[in-house]
């Protein structure tokens, strides 16, 4: 097994999980209507569904809490947070959010008409729900590495910037409202971007005249692979290096419930004082008053010790440590996943490890329940049910090319144990892989299916 790095922090508050039966895991799923979403966290053993918002906060963290204050407008929590944001972030203006979708909604809302086109390297599911909810058409220009699980790239989430050129070229800048990347890329693998790739990308668009907005949610672990794999780096900290990603960019959104540490919130920055004065509109009509935005002080603070937290040397170092432990023992146990592992999760090739499942019976979704029903452990689909969709203008279905169940890990939560546990529940499905069947879908919405969608096994009606 490959080696474990000690977690830099001891625990001092706990919180009781068990491991219900098989029978009982059975019957959880059929009340689930086959989606892990359905469950309930109590019958879930290890929660692997998302390190969004699941994070452990931290001594100084939840002491920052106290100090919140709840006043309506101009709350010292906000002036705080503002401190940090300027020093990391560097964008004239910001509002902080509830969480990272509901700055996409007011960034997607105030730019995107319909028939626009918004690229990115992958957009997340939320990102390209809120566009596609205007009317406008998510676009991914990463480069091909990104397709194939088993080739090891430094930055296997860089943008395809001959890609990016030709679809600028060919759609025309101006039915391009706003140009996006996702660091790290949660949709293909959590992988990095590189520091030069973001140069490139932000001088396209600025080519252009397209505004470049930064899906920011994992930048503190997409800095330290920076730091890690990028000539030029390795003297800067990650604190130094996030401050140049920002500065190429003309805004971001953030989902701070990822590498702001903290259960809930997010932010939308930008540059362009117009477009600011729009967002603070949007702003109040939505979340609230632009010093809280649909949060409470305690929660700004929180995010703002959060922030500075996930930059640290020895967290970002144990962090990737522990994501690689459970990545490359997977491997070693004959699963293949996205290679190299990322920083906050670990994703399984389902086509690759259930080839006798046709990828529109949702062989993602079939490896995804059984990792439940074999060992309570709930990791989600990123595959066919989740970026699968109807062309708009060919009414033709759209299948992703990988079908991945990403198991996320939330920070400073599961220790070594765990993560063997966890190895030693997908050996064993990967051990009876061939016996393992379909499903389909039964119900689903139009947008964001995989979050409320129904299955039942494809056996059941023959
Ligand atoms: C890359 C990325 N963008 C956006 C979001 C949306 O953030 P939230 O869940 O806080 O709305 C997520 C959440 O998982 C994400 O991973």
Request: charged share 25%; with cysteine.
């Amino acid at each position: 097994m490959s080696q474990y790095k000690p977690e830099p922090f001891r625990i001092k508050m706990v919180e009781p999980i068990r491991l219900i039966s098989r029978e009982e895991r059975k019957k959880a799923l059929v009340e689930a209507g086959f989606n892990v979403f359905g469950l309930r966290s109590e019958d879930v053993y290890i929660d692997l569904m998302t390190d969004s918002g699941t994070s452990a906060m931290s001594q100084a963290q939840w002491a920052a809490m106290m100090m919140g204050d709840e006043s309506y407008a101009g709350a010292r929590s906000y002036y705080r947070l503002k401190a940090v944001m300027d020093e990391i972030f560097g964008f004239k203006f910001f509002v902080p959010t509830h969480q990272g979708r509901a700055a996409e909604n007011i960034l997607a809302a105030l730019l995107v008409r319909p028939g626009q086109y918004v690229p990115s390297n992958m957009h997340f599911d939320t990102t390209e729900g809120n566009i596609r909810a205007r009317g406008g058409r998510p676009v991914n220009l990463i480069i091909d590495e990104a397709y194939d699980p088993a080739t090891r790239v430094d930055f296997k989430g860089n943008m395809d910037i001959a890609k990016l050129r030709n679809f600028i070229q060919e759609k025309g800048a101006d039915n391009i409202p706003l140009g996006m990347i996702t660091i790290t890329n949660n949709a293909g693998g959590g992988q990095p971007v590189s520091m030069e790739n973001l140069r490139q990308v932000a001088d396209t668009y600025r080519e252009f005249g397209i505004p470049f907005f930064i899906d920011a949610c994992r930048f503190a672990e997409n800095a330290y692979f920076i730091k890690l794999r990028e000539p030029g780096f390795e003297n800067d900290s990650p604190l130094e290096i996030a401050q140049k990603i920002f500065s190429l960019a003309d805004g971001a959104t953030m989902s701070a419930k990822k590498d702001g540490i903290v259960n809930i919130g997010g932010f939308l920055a930008l540059n362009d004082e117009t477009l600011f004065q729009s967002v603070r509109n949007e702003l109040i009509m939505r979340e609230g008053f632009p010093t809280y935005g649909g949060l409470a002080g305690r929660d700004l603070d929180a995010m703002a010790v959060g922030f500075k937290e996930a930059l640290e040397v020895p967290y970002l170092e144990y962090r990737l440590a522990q994501t690689a432990y459970l990545g490359e023992n997977l491997l070693e146990n004959g699963i293949q996943i996205i290679e190299p592992p990322g920083a906050h999760a670990i994703y399984l090739d389902a086509m690759k490890l259930l080839p006798q499942i046709p990828q529109k019976e949702l062989p993602g979704q079939a490896l995804s329940l059984a990792l439940y029903l074999e060992g309570g452990i709930r990791a989600v689909e990123l595959g066919t049910v989740a970026f699968g969709y109807v062309d708009p203008e060919t009414g033709k279905e759209i299948l992703p090319k990988l079908d991945l169940v990403r198991m996320a890990i939330p920070r400073r939560v599961y220790t070594q144990s765990h993560m063997d546990y966890v190895v030693e529940v997908a050996a064993r499905i990967a051990s009876q892989a061939e016996s393992m069947k379909g499903y389909r879908i039964v119900y689903q919405p139009k947008l964001l299916r995989h979050f409320t969608a129904r299955f039942e096994p494809v056996n059941e009606r023959g």
